[in-house]
């Protein structure tokens, strides 16, 4: 399998190569995309040596498969190009996400739906982590409404904001900062850019993609996307109302059995979930089970995972071995 990383060296991109070193994914050829600023620079994987090139030049060397991570614009203008060329493409960004005809895919809840499209879409990160959660309990009961509040971590953003949180935290001027205020010390309610009607860019894809990726489209869902000072990890504060009445052990249980949900819940003994027990795993985790005693059926949850693992490379690298293992695809 020709297999090519476009952003190669961003933060999800460099995630991206070691979930594939970690998950052991057989690659014949790796090719290396980047800005470029850094082509002809070399990347040490696996013992190897591999040099970076411009996606011209990944173009013509046709690879059976391609992850983009290096933003919309780019995903725009080539995402197309090579899977006309017969390229799958499993992109990052946000780019195609609500496009009817672009599967949108966790591959825990819905890898059926590739099919054998030739771009797939990978969800926004606060999203994957909240739906990995709402799947298992819609099988349970149905979902009536859901209260979402992000505590998103500045590698959401990019290294420019690890960057400006890492100098904010020395005392040191901010040479870029990604943010309109400082980080450090501080929580922006502001994650993207603000619409029309109030919300962030942010907000907004997580509640259509939520509707997108579950196949509800009328799912009353409503989210406060707000950025903290955390280098890695986001968190989520949930509130889900359910049609029907259901014990918090029959909830529990449908989280436990879900593959890759960890439930990490033990208030007495101060066990809950936090983004550095989350670093560089790939699970998403929750805790602060409990029922919300001010509305019926109603549960109050605590949601933590990894942003650059199953909120961008891990779920793209399972997406890749999903297809691979379809009887169709190139291995």
């Not at 030739?118 to 099988?139: D, E, F, G, H, R």
């Not at 979402?148 to 904010?168: F, H, R």
């Not at 602060?288 to 779920?315: C, H, M, Q, Y």
Request: contains cysteine; aromatic residues 6%.
């Amino acid at each position: 399998m020709k297999l090519a990383i476009v952003g190669a060296t961003g933060l999800v991109g460099c995630e991206i190569l070691q979930v594939l070193s970690e998950l052991n994914i057989p690659i014949s050829e790796l090719i290396l995309v980047a800005s470029q600023k850094s082509v002809g620079k070399e990347i040490q994987w696996q013992n190897q040596t591999i040099p970076i090139v411009s996606i011209e030049t990944a173009f013509t060397q046709k690879p059976d498969f391609a992850i983009f991570s290096a933003g919309s614009a780019v995903s725009l203008e080539y995402a197309e190009k090579f899977a006309a060329i017969g390229t799958t493409v499993i992109d990052n960004s946000s780019a195609w996400r609500m496009s009817s005809n672009i599967p949108l895919i966790v591959p825990e809840i819905n890898g059926t739906q590739i099919g054998q499209s030739k771009i797939i879409a990978n969800p926004n990160c606060s999203t994957i982590q909240l739906v990995m959660v709402l799947y298992p309990i819609l099988q349970v009961s149905n979902i009536k409404r859901v209260i979402v509040s992000t505590y998103q971590a500045v590698t959401g953003t990019g290294k420019v904001a690890v960057d400006q949180l890492t100098q904010e935290r020395a005392s040191e001027k901010t040479s870029q900062p990604a943010y309109p205020y400082p980080i450090d010390l501080n929580c922006i309610p502001q994650c993207d850019i603000f619409l029309e009607n109030g919300y962030t860019r942010e907000e907004t894809k997580i509640i259509q993609e939520s509707r997108k990726i579950l196949n509800h489209p009328n799912l009353a869902i409503t989210a406060t996307a707000v950025r903290v000072p955390v280098v890695g990890g986001h968190s989520e504060s949930v509130n889900i109302s359910l049609e029907k009445p259901i014990s918090i052990d029959n909830l529990r249980a449908a989280l436990e059995n879900f593959p890759g949900v960890v439930v990490y819940d033990n208030p007495q003994e101060k066990k809950y979930p936090m983004p550095i027990m989350a670093h560089q795993k790939n699970d998403v985790f929750v805790g602060r089970i409990r029922i919300d005693e001010s509305e019926p059926n109603t549960f109050n949850l605590w949601i933590v995972a990894d942003n650059l693992r199953k909120g961008a490379a891990t779920n793209a690298v399972q997406i890749l071995q999903s297809i691979i293992a379809m009887p169709y695809a190139i291995n």
